[in-house]
């Protein structure tokens, strides 16, 4: 009689545990639950540079609600006139800008869009941009689209 009520209160937390998990997938690691890449990066010329604009992500690649965004990089290639024709000078992106949305620096933050110069172009040269969100671990993105702009000073 003891062992049948140990073997029933057994089988009765096993049911109360398995009942109350809650989860509808299997677990993943925290690298794979990751922003999702921004889509709408956009570029305005302005005098002496461009201003950047994209909105804030709100989701996880996963779907799940994004609760953990800490902030934003900005990658930029430069390929001068002269480099046009040179495919390995124009493969690497360089990190511009590195903000938080707690200290955005030079970033404006409007409601859940995202403004930024960049007021460092040079003349004759072909500039292409992409931004990376990431996580509060430190976990990035995808890469948004791309927008090029050709940066020629009028004087």
Same mark, same amino acid.
């Given at each position: 009689m003891?062992?049948?009520?140990?073997r029933?209160?057994i089988? +009765?937390a096993?049911?109360i545990? +398995?009942?109350s998990?809650?989860?509808k +997938?299997?677990?993943?690691p925290?690298?794979?639950v990751?922003p999702?890449? &921004?889509?709408?990066?956009?570029?305005k010329?302005?005098? !002496?540079?461009? &201003?950047? %604009?994209? #909105?804030i992500?709100?989701?996880?690649?996963? !779907?799940t $609600?994004?609760?953990?965004? =800490?902030?934003?990089?900005v990658?930029r290639k430069?390929?001068?006139d002269e480099e &046009?024709d040179?495919?390995?000078?124009? $493969?690497?992106? $360089?990190e &511009?800008?590195?903000?938080?949305l #707690?200290v955005?620096?030079?970033a404006?933050?409007?409601k859940?869009?995202i403004?930024i110069?960049?007021l460092?172009?040079l003349? @004759?040269v =072909?500039?292409?941009y992409?931004?990376?969100s990431? @996580?509060?671990a430190?976990? %990035? =993105?995808?890469?948004? @689209?791309t927008?090029d702009?050709y940066?020629?000073r009028?004087?």
């Amino acid at each position: 009689m003891y062992r049948l009520f140990q073997r029933l209160l057994i089988l +009765a937390a096993l049911l109360i545990f +398995a009942a109350s998990c809650g989860v509808k +997938a299997p677990p993943l690691p925290p690298e794979y639950v990751v922003p999702e890449k &921004i889509k709408d990066l956009k570029v305005k010329m302005v005098e !002496g540079g461009v &201003i950047l %604009r994209w #909105t804030i992500p709100d989701k996880n690649t996963d !779907g799940t $609600e994004l609760t953990d965004l =800490s902030g934003f990089k900005v990658f930029r290639k430069d390929v001068p006139d002269e480099e &046009i024709d040179c495919p390995p000078c124009t $493969e690497k992106f $360089e990190e &511009i800008f590195d903000f938080t949305l #707690t200290v955005p620096g030079k970033a404006k933050v409007e409601k859940d869009r995202i403004y930024i110069e960049d007021l460092s172009l040079l003349p @004759n040269v =072909s500039y292409t941009y992409v931004v990376v969100s990431y @996580n509060t671990a430190g976990y %990035r =993105s995808s890469f948004s @689209n791309t927008v090029d702009v050709y940066f020629r000073r009028t004087e």
